[in-house]
């Protein structure tokens, strides 16, 4: 979330969008570690101390453009449409590998810059990752609740064993399509359940 300059006004939200946009183009351009603060609001029209009265760091620019663009693919999946809870799993998977695949190298970038920097690793568990596994585990608490999933199953597990198979294919550039998101669902859903 953007700040407040100080007197409590608003921040000029152009400018906020025009940071983001630059981070976002810079980023995928160069990487995270060859982008600088000053190439950013050079990129975007705007003054340096402009950026920082929005932002405290470029971490924490790049990651708000990051989380803003994936919040366009991998919204909170809906649960009362209609549909089974397994088709919305499948459906959302190929909307988060749509995103993967747009910003392959953007995001191989911030995970590598993260493995460097233990403030910056803990916002982007924070703020990227831990919210796409909360998404995912509460639609399969859902699906046990509707009696898709069974109940000696672990959502949370489950959860951090789907996106473990995703980060390691984005890592080692493997393929993010609709296939694999057909195949994690059914792993899922047709595992047959261990006998007591």
Known sequence: MTKKVSGGRPTDE???AALKAAALQLVREKGYEKVSI??????AGVARQTLYNRWNTKADLVLEAVFEETGNYAAQ???????????VLEEFL???FEHLNKDRDTLCSIIAAAQRDATFNASFHKNFVLP????ITA????????EELSRGR????????IHGAFWYRLLNR???DARLARDITTEVFERPPVSP
Not at 77 to 87: H, M, Q
Not at 132 to 135: G, P, Q, S, V
Not at 139 to 146: G, I
């Open 132 to 135: 796409r596994e909360n998404m």
């Open 174 to 176: 493997g393929a993010l």
């Open 77 to 87: 999946p809906a649960l009362e449409d209609g549909k089974s809870c397994r088709v």
């Open 154 to 161: 672990n959502p949370e597990m489950i959860s951090t064993m």
């Open 14 to 16: 152009r400018a906020s």
């Open 139 to 146: 639609l399969l608490h859902r699906a046990q609740d509707r």
């Open 94 to 96: 190929i909307n988060v």
């Open 38 to 43: 000053a190439a950013i609001a050079k990129e």
